[in-house]
């Protein structure tokens, strides 16, 4: 038997993977009775049979865009929006934290980043960029394999009414270089459900092992596969379900450490699992697309979809045909989920699958303009579950019919700016070698001019049959990230941090989440100062700065701190920690200075010095560095006008990607369809003004986070919060903004915040926008100053303008020579350079730049004309000398070496036979040489050789061509230097 397990693995080695290609049409039924279900019936069955016979809570499919995870383009697995659930860190306050059982549908997109099906859809029958993945999952060990595996078993079985025989499972054999054992147990739970043993197979690490990451949680997984084949000739297997039990965590140095709470994450593919039930061997044959196809030909007239591959698929229309609808489901569900098609990261992929559907759509479908937009109903239709995330929703204004969102943008006139270049004949039509250069590829791509993908332009070389140096086009690309990681901004150190182990053993001895409570108390004063309280604590637990728990630490050694409470603001939302210090209680007189908190899982980790022994259970009195914190709060507050303040300038679609702020400045990175003219950025300034100078009142409240999901205009990103949830609202009493009927989040400044804000907006006292730049296309990151330093940049910004004025009227007076105007010309420069480095108002800065190159190019104009009319009168001066003859040779006064050439060159225009060689004394020996050589006298004679051959006597250099030249050298002696230069000219005339 075990012989024959053998084999059978060995042979069905290559059958088995994560992303099986269904093997292609055939007319062999998949089942024996396969039941007509819809799609929609099968998503519900799965949803209905966890919450109904096994007690899981269904939660919603999180947004496409990934929520607040920086290392995923798109969410491409149910378990994303899970991970601070497996990494330990996730809020005690919030709602994930509550999760034990729970089951969903979530929408997936795997285009780009590290899971890619891009370059395979359409080739194949199966690969997908959108997908909605069926998951089951437990947490903290709620239940582990027997059930997982007896659930899978139940429903694939009993409920979906798949045949025992066509089912094999694969389970994890082990890994001896790990460590890790095979797993036993889960082969003897499939042995245990019936499933025969020559249908039970194990593999290594590649195939049943699953990984987060480089690092994180990761363990065995076990997988249900379909045989296709039916019993029929050899099994054509596909992976259905895969099964993951998380019980290791893969550590830095590359070893695996058990975890103190096992988790059970499981995964399957709706679109092929509704194949198998359907009875169909390919995705595209399902009711999820076959209304799309049969939309598609209605739309192009095109011949029908046959669901051929390869060669088989002749003019490559049913290539077309899978790309197109794949394509469509994908643009409809990022769109309405709030991802545009853009430059940069998720929008960039975004652009290259829209530039791939209308490349498919118009050249082989011949598609009329507006064609995409049609779909997008026929998609709402196929996928009316995959509504929106609310943020998109409140974001589109509480419009809640999503198709309406994804048919705007992909209505003819957006399809019609990404399509110009691709109706323009194919790169390699340009050139009639067989063989593209790396340069003409990058060019013609995203990263060059006319913005194709580069698999794009692989594929439309690939269909011309040009080859493409690749090789090349690698360098090229590493160039560019190299030059990009360069551009990159620091990476901050992250410090002293609890990972998922020391988690795992404070939860297990029952510790407390960090009551931080205490960072809210503080009052504002009738003076108008702020009043922060101390708070008293109780040290937990100590860590040396490697993370080890210690129950002591001792004198100059820095660690870590935990304690039951803290009024110390922990770096979250953007907001800068607090700093300050602690004392013990009893000893007032050692400060033990605090750097830094940050928050673990619902525990504050404070990073300090101890300057004597510290231990567990020690009394603690913290004290916030007031001014730090002070001006941490007015940035925060400021942020938050800031943010408001753009949307009622540019719109509300304008959206908050991103905030970082300490006390000297802060960064808000927002959505701009395009770059913020000096008028809007003034106008933005103004409007904080205008709230700063009301003195707004700044409230704030923590309500259930269910009382914020219907407000309109209610501000917040991509997070998950804890429930009860803080309300920040700048003018208007926190109960009043949350009315829906109110409409006042849409009049002013509305968000959710955990940060520490003013009491009133008039401390802010005043904002500059100092800089804006393009993150990307779209994305705009903006930094400001507050108070002072606002005060301090507008009087900066005032003497500049003062300066560009006047530089201004002196340019209008005209010089009177051309030092005068090198020297206005050198202001000018100056000027410029003032400008652009100064911290000053954005918008002034843009306008006196502007200003100052129009005067910049106006001085240089000038400088030229005069140049000319003082080198026409050296020239007249050097022909009254001179006699006609073959040579002039000569010293002449000249401030620049541009107006000895001039000279040299009015000489040579009003005497062709005569080369012409000039020297002009400058300060301190300098001397300036130029000559240019008759067209008679050459090649013989040169200019490049005859002033090197004087420049070098000068000890010099020179530089030029064979008929113009110039250079410099040092001499006191200037007649030793002519008499050179005539003694070289005669000798080649």
């Known amino acids: 038997m075990a012989a024959s397990v053998a084999a059978a693995a060995r042979r069905l080695r290559r059958a088995i993977r994560r992303s099986s290609a269904w093997r292609g049409p055939s007319h062999r039924p998949l089942s024996s009775e396969p039941p007509a279900a819809k799609a929609s019936a099968v998503r519900a069955a799965f949803l209905n049979f966890f919450r109904d016979r096994h007690g899981h809570r269904l939660v919603p499919s999180a947004s496409v865009r990934p929520r607040g995870d920086p290392s995923l383009l798109f969410v491409n697995a149910g378990m994303n929006q899970f991970k601070p659930i497996f990494l330990g860190t996730v ?57 997982a595996c007896s659930m899978a078993w139940e429903l694939l079985t009993q409920v979906y009414g798949i045949p025992t025989e066509r089912l094999w499972v694969s389970y994890f054999d082990g890994d001896p270089k790990a460590g890790l054992e095979p797993d036993l147990e889960t082969r003897d739970i499939w042995l245990s459900l019936g499933v025969p043993a020559t249908r039970v197979l194990s593999f290594g690490p590649q195939e049943n092992f699953w990984e987060m990451g480089n690092t994180g949680p990761c363990g065995p997984c076990t997988e249900i596969h379909y045989d296709l084949a039916g019993g029929v000739g050899a099994p054509q297997l596909v992976e259905l379900w895969n099964l993951v039990f998380m019980q290791h965590n893969r550590e830095a140095d590359g070893s695996l ?24 061997h390919s995705t595209y044959d399902t009711d999820l697309f076959s209304p799309l196809l049969h939309a598609i030909q209605q739309g192009c007239r095109a011949p029908p979809y046959l669901g051929r591959v390869g060669v088989a698929d002749e003019g490559r229309t049913d290539t077309a045909y899978r790309v197109v609808a794949d394509h469509i489901r994908t643009l409809s569900v990022c769109i309405s989920d709030g991802v545009f098609p853009g430059m940069s990261g998720p929008p960039l992929v975004l652009r290259r699958i829209l530039r791939r559907a209308v490349r498919f759509s118009m050249e082989i479908l011949k598609a009329p303009p507006g064609f995409l937009g049609s779909l997008v109903p026929v998609v709402v239709e196929t996928l009316p579950e995959c509504d929106p995330s609310p943020e998109a929703t409140q974001y589109g204004g509480g419009i809640c019919v999503w198709h309406l969102v994804a048919s705007a943008w992909l209505e003819g006139p957006w399809t019609l700016f990404f399509s110009p270049s691709l109706s323009n004949p194919s790169p390699c039509q340009h050139s009639l070698s067989p063989f593209l250069k790396a340069e003409v590829a990058w060019s013609l791509s995203l990263s060059g001019d006319l913005g194709l993908p580069l698999d794009m332009v692989e594929l439309m070389l690939e269909e011309k049959g040009v080859q493409l140096d690749s090789t090349g086009l690698e360098r090229l690309a590493q160039e560019a990230a190299q030059h990009q990681a360069r551009q990159a901004e620091p990476v901050q150190k992250q410090g002293l941090w609890l990972d998922v182990h020391a988690l795992g053993e404070l939860q297990r001895q029952g510790v407390p989440p960090t009551d931080s409570s205490p960072k809210y108390n503080y009052s504002l ?31 100059g050694q820095r660690c870590g701190l935990l304690l039951d409470r ?14 300050g210090y602690l004392v013990r209680v009893g000893q007032e007189d050692v400060l033990f200075p605090v750097a830094r908190a940050q928050v673990c899982g619902g525990f504050i980790l404070h990073e300090a010095v101890a300057p004597e022994c510290l231990q567990i259970g020690d009394q603690v009195q913290l004290h916030v560095d007031k001014a730090w914190r002070l001006a941490c709060m007015a940035k925060h507050t400021a942020t938050h006008l800031l943010n408001w303040a753009l949307r009622q300038t540019l719109g509300p679609g304008t959206e908050q990607q991103g905030s ?3 006390p000297e400045q802060l960064r808000l990175d927002v959505t701009t369809q395009t770059t913020l003219t000096p008028e809007q950025l003034r106008a933005v300034e103004n409007t904080v003004q205008e709230a700063v100078q009301q003195d707004k009142p700044v409230y704030m409240e923590e ?30 009493p926190v109960a009043h903004a949350l009315d829906p009927a109110s409409q006042a989040a849409l009049q002013t400044s509305v968000e959710l915040c955990c940060g520490t804000h003013l009491l009133r907006t008039g401390a802010v006292g005043d904002l500059v926008i100092i800089g804006d730049r393009q993150l990307s296309k779209g994305t705009t990151r903006l930094l400001a100053i507050t108070g002072e330093q606002a005060q301090q940049a507008r009087e900066l910004g005032q003497n500049l303008a003062q300066e560009v004025k006047a530089a201004t009227e002196r340019l209008s007076q005209g010089s009177r020579d051309v030092a005068e105007a090198l020297r206005l010309s050198k202001d000018i420069g100056r000027l410029i350079e003032a400008v652009d480095t100064s911290v000053m108002p954005q918008w002034q800065r843009r306008e006196l730049l502007a200003t100052l190159k129009m005067l910049q190019r106006r001085a240089n104009t000038a400088i030229r004309k005069l140049q000319m009319g003082q080198a026409a009168k050296k020239t007249q001066e050097l022909l009254e000398r001179h006699s006609k003859g073959p040579l002039i040779v000569d010293t002449v006064s000249a401030e620049s070496l541009s107006v000895l050439v001039k ?3 009015q000489l040579c225009e009003q005497a062709p036979s005569t080369s012409v ?73």
């Not at 803290?566 to 700093?579: K, L």
């Open 257 to 280: 450490q058990p975890l103190p709470q096992w988790h059970v994450d499981t995964g399957m593919g709706l679109e092929r699992l509704v194949a198998v039930l359907q009875g169909k």
């Open 91 to 147: 809020d005690p306050r919030s709602e994930m934290a509550g999760f034990r059982r729970v089951a969903n549908s979530q929408k997936c997109v795997r285009a780009g980043g590290r899971h890619n099906d891009l370059e395979d859809v359409g080739r194949d029958l199966s690969h997908h960029t959108f997908f909605e993945m069926l998951g089951n999952w437990a947490f903290g060990g709620e239940y582990f394999k027997e059930e």
């Open 703 to 732: 309500v259930p986070l269910a009382l914020t999901a219907q407000v309109p205009g209610l501000r917040c990103l991509d997070e998950v919060y804890p429930d009860p949830v803080r309300v920040v609202s700048v003018g208007v």
């Open 903 to 905: 000279v040299v060159r």
């Open 566 to 579: 803290t009024n110390f603001y922990a770096e979250q939302g953007g907001q800068a920690s607090d700093r």
């Open 525 to 555: 004063q009738p003076n108008g100062s702020y009043e922060f309280g101390t708070c008293e604590a109780q040290v937990l637990q100590l860590y040396t700065e490697d993370g080890t728990a210690v129950a002591s630490v001792g004198k």
């Open 660 to 662: 970082h702020l300490n």
């Open 917 to 989: 060689l000039l020297l002009s004394p400058q300060s301190m020996g300098k001397v300036l040489c130029a000559c240019q050589v008759a067209q008679g006298a050459m090649p013989t004679f040169t200019a490049e050789a005859w002033a090197l051959a004087v420049c070098s006597h000068m000890g010099g250099k020179a530089w030029g061509s064979r008929v113009v030249a110039q250079g410099t050298g040092s001499t006191t002696d200037l007649e030793a230097a002519l008499s050179t230069a005539r003694a070289y000219a005669l000798s080649q005339l």
